[in-house]
């Protein structure tokens, strides 16, 4: 009988390792790059731990690295979402460039958080797919975020009219004219805007065949244990994997 009870619970624990090694092959995998070659981000690591717990809560898996030799078809082809986490500066060479860019045209998904539009200034490629570029910012400081879209998951869990928060309020130049606006701010609530009435700061839009999303929050290291603000970034991800329309 103990024998039979032995063979039992073996079978058992061989048939859940085997579940969670299927779940884990199923789930899709996205790669966060966090490269910089000017100003960094101290929030960073804080950043790439939530992502990792929202990755692990909400069954994607997640590799993190600021290795931009990682840009070429063979290593891209293993992840649904690339998410450049407070990126900035040159990062990229041509060859990584290209790499990206055929990447993007299969029908990937990409997410850009904060400081992912002050990156590849150069690249305006990059600039469309990102969706805006940085231009200035004001020191951080609380303000309100107008909702622009009730029904993306980015956004259709937030207050009906206004969510205030604290973060670094970024100024934009080179808007793509095309984007999906989920998010603007009320400059009249703080000091320093000058995007005017339609000043966005989250978005979304179709580009090269990818869905791209891109918030300008993201800049304080409180920001990654803020709940409103994960189910921002997630709602994002989501959207990114195809898994949210």
């Excluded at 790439?48 to 909400?58: D, Q, V, Y």
């Excluded at 790499?99 to 904060?114: L, P, R």
Aim: aromatic share 12%.
């Amino acid at each position: 009988m103990n024998k039979i009870r032995t063979l039992l619970s073996l079978l058992f624990l061989a048939a859940g390792f085997a579940g969670i090694a299927c779940a884990q092959k199923s789930a899709p995998k996205i790669l966060v790059f966090s490269k910089t070659e000017k100003f960094r981000h101290n929030s960073i690591p804080d950043g790439i731990a939530a992502i990792k717990k929202l990755g692990s809560e909400n069954n994607f898996l997640v590799d993190a690295t600021e290795d931009a030799s990682v840009f070429n078809p063979s290593d891209l082809k293993k992840y649904a979402v690339v998410l450049f986490l407070n990126t900035t500066g040159d990062i990229l060479n041509d060859e990584q460039q290209r790499a990206f860019e055929k990447y993007i045209k299969s029908k990937k998904g990409y997410v850009g958080v904060h400081a992912a539009t002050d990156t590849e200034y150069g690249w305006p490629w990059y600039g469309k797919l990102s969706g805006a570029y940085f231009l200035s910012h004001p020191a951080v400081q609380t303000a309100r975020f107008r909702v622009e879209d009730k029904k993306h998951p980015a956004t259709a869990f937030l207050p009906d009219s206004v969510w205030v928060r604290r973060d670094e309020l970024y100024n934009f130049k080179d808007i793509n004219p095309n984007l999906h606006i989920l998010l603007t701010i009320d400059e009249q609530s703080y000091k320093g805007g000058t995007n005017g009435p339609n000043h966005p700061m989250a978005w979304c839009h179709v580009y090269e065949g990818s869905r791209a999303f891109t918030t300008a929050l993201g800049h304080t290291k409180e920001s990654y244990t803020d709940p409103l603000f994960l189910k921002h970034l997630l709602g994002g991800i989501e959207y990114a994997l195809g898994r949210r329309k």
